[in-house]
């Protein structure tokens, strides 16, 4: 019997082998009951250096691939992390079963846990380092994460937290992206607007798991990604695109389109000898499809529509930028502070004047 896969996430506090060991526990567990086992912290740090964040995002890819192609997300032991919050969010937002390593040892064998994980938190979709830009100039990261969706309570917290009080500095910018939507963070830019962001984020929250798919196929093929207003756009023109989930390779699409889609007649003697790579190669040249790593993706032909012209299209509720409200007491501190500031600052001497200009 075919089993089901389940990821496995946890705290990993210790060494790389002590994480080991207790991965490999936690994968016994899951084995016992009538699972496969999947659990990058048991393998990736054998090959990944995390410190590097190019390896590190690479890692952040390849796990949250796997937990998309599983049955059941098993929350182990008894500490929360945001990793493991994060894992949690994905799992809900893609109909995946998020359950504990205990009440999965209750359901015996082979049987699916039941839907659902107290405590689990409201998915988020990405999240953005917001810098402020006046420090970094002067040398100094200060900065925060903020995810998205967020309100405009929650972008006023952060932005009193780092400085950017309308006062003391003004300007932020992005200087990282990470989130749960594949590739999506490749498409996004240091100097994006929150109020855009939030907009995207929220349009990209009323998607099914098969828009998403598509969403995530149709970025990673390149089509509408230069801005942030084309990302928007694109979450409302999903019906231009067709998206076949688990077709990786041109073998797999020319078998669907002869014997599921009936597209080319082809003898039942000939099948055992006909090419179907090639039929698919062929198949995906014409259509300009493209393979990405969830599926194929091709265009229908619909008209693209552009319902998004700029910030006077999102809506009142999604918008989400102010800054931070000041007691007088903070305003007057955040004015002095400033003065004070002026004031240390050298003073430009006087060009000096030659003889002519005397």
Same mark, same amino acid.
């Given at each position: 019997?075919?089993?089901?896969?389940?990821?496995?996430?946890?705290?990993?506090?210790?060494?790389?082998?002590?994480?080991?060991?207790?991965?490999?526990?936690?994968?016994?567990?899951?084995?016992?009951?009538?699972?496969?086992?999947?659990?990058?912290?048991?393998?990736?740090?054998?090959?990944?250096?995390?410190?590097?964040?190019?390896?590190?995002?690479?890692?952040?890819?390849?796990?949250?691939?796997?937990?998309?192609?599983?049955?059941?997300?098993?929350?182990?032991?008894?500490?929360?992390?945001?990793?493991?919050?994060?894992?949690?969010?994905?799992?809900?937002?893609?109909?995946?079963?998020?359950?504990?390593?205990?009440?999965?040892?209750?359901?015996?064998?082979?049987?699916?846990?039941?839907?659902?994980?107290?405590?689990?938190?409201?998915?988020?979709?990405?999240?953005?380092?917001?810098?402020?830009?006046?420090?970094?100039?002067?040398?100094?990261?200060?900065?925060?994460?903020?995810?998205?969706?967020?309100?405009?309570?929650?972008?006023?917290?952060?932005?009193?937290?780092?400085?950017?009080?309308? /006062? *003391?500095?003004? $300007?932020?910018?992005?200087?990282?992206?990470? +989130?749960? %939507?594949?590739?999506?963070?490749?498409?996004?830019? #240091?100097?994006?607007?929150?109020?855009?962001?939030?907009?995207?984020?929220?349009?990209?929250?009323?998607?099914?798991?098969?828009?998403?798919?598509?969403?995530?196929?149709?970025?990673?093929?390149?089509?509408?990604?230069?801005?942030?207003?084309?990302?928007?756009?694109?979450?409302?023109?999903?019906?231009?695109?067709?998206?076949?989930?688990?077709?990786?390779?041109?073998?797999?699409?020319?078998?669907?389109?002869?014997?599921?889609?009936?597209?080319?007649?082809?003898?039942?003697?000939?099948?055992?000898?006909?090419?179907?790579?090639?039929?698919?190669?062929? /198949? *995906?040249?014409? $259509?300009?499809?493209?393979?990405?790593?969830? +599926?194929? %993706?091709?265009?229908?032909?619909?008209?693209?529509? #552009?319902?998004?012209?700029?910030?006077?299209?999102?809506?009142?509720?999604?918008?989400?930028?102010?800054?931070?409200?000041?007691?007088?007491?903070?305003?007057?501190?955040?004015?002095?502070?400033?003065?004070?500031?002026?004031?240390?600052?050298?003073?430009?001497?006087?060009?000096?004047?030659?003889?002519?200009?005397?």
């Amino acid at each position: 019997m075919k089993r089901p896969l389940a990821y496995i996430t946890a705290a990993w506090y210790g060494g790389d082998s002590e994480n080991a060991e207790q991965a490999a526990r936690y994968c016994r567990a899951v084995y016992e009951a009538g699972y496969a086992p999947i659990c990058p912290a048991l393998y990736m740090p054998l090959f990944l250096n995390d410190p590097v964040p190019q390896e590190h995002k690479d890692g952040v890819d390849m796990s949250r691939d796997l937990l998309r192609r599983s049955r059941v997300l098993v929350v182990c032991g008894h500490t929360v992390t945001e990793a493991m919050k994060n894992d949690i969010a994905v799992a809900q937002r893609l109909g995946i079963t998020a359950t504990t390593l205990e009440h999965f040892d209750r359901q015996g064998p082979g049987t699916a846990p039941e839907p659902g994980l107290t405590g689990a938190p409201m998915p988020s979709l990405f999240e953005a380092y917001i810098t402020n830009a006046g420090k970094y100039a002067e040398g100094q990261l200060v900065g925060e994460t903020l995810k998205f969706p967020t309100s405009t309570q929650e972008v006023q917290a952060l932005l009193k937290r780092i400085g950017v009080d309308g /006062v *003391r500095y003004e $300007e932020y910018f992005i200087t990282s992206f990470d +989130g749960d %939507v594949l590739g999506l963070y490749d498409h996004l830019y #240091e100097y994006a607007s929150l109020d855009e962001l939030n907009h995207l984020a929220c349009l990209l929250s009323e998607l099914s798991p098969e828009e998403i798919a598509t969403f995530e196929a149709v970025i990673n093929k390149g089509d509408h990604t230069s801005s942030v207003a084309e990302l928007i756009n694109l979450t409302q023109n999903l019906d231009c695109y067709e998206f076949f989930p688990g077709v990786d390779d041109d073998e797999t699409l020319g078998r669907i389109y002869v014997e599921e889609m009936e597209m080319l007649d082809v003898p039942e003697n000939v099948l055992p000898y006909f090419n179907f790579e090639d039929y698919g190669r062929d /198949v *995906r040249l014409n $259509e300009a499809g493209h393979l990405a790593p969830g +599926g194929y %993706v091709r265009a229908t032909g619909e008209k693209f529509v #552009e319902h998004y012209h700029g910030p006077e299209d999102i809506p009142s509720e999604h918008k989400v930028f102010a800054f931070p409200k000041l007691s007088i007491r903070e305003r007057l501190a955040a004015y002095k502070e400033v003065s004070g500031r002026a004031a240390a600052e050298p003073s430009k001497p006087a060009p000096e004047q030659d003889h002519d200009n005397r």
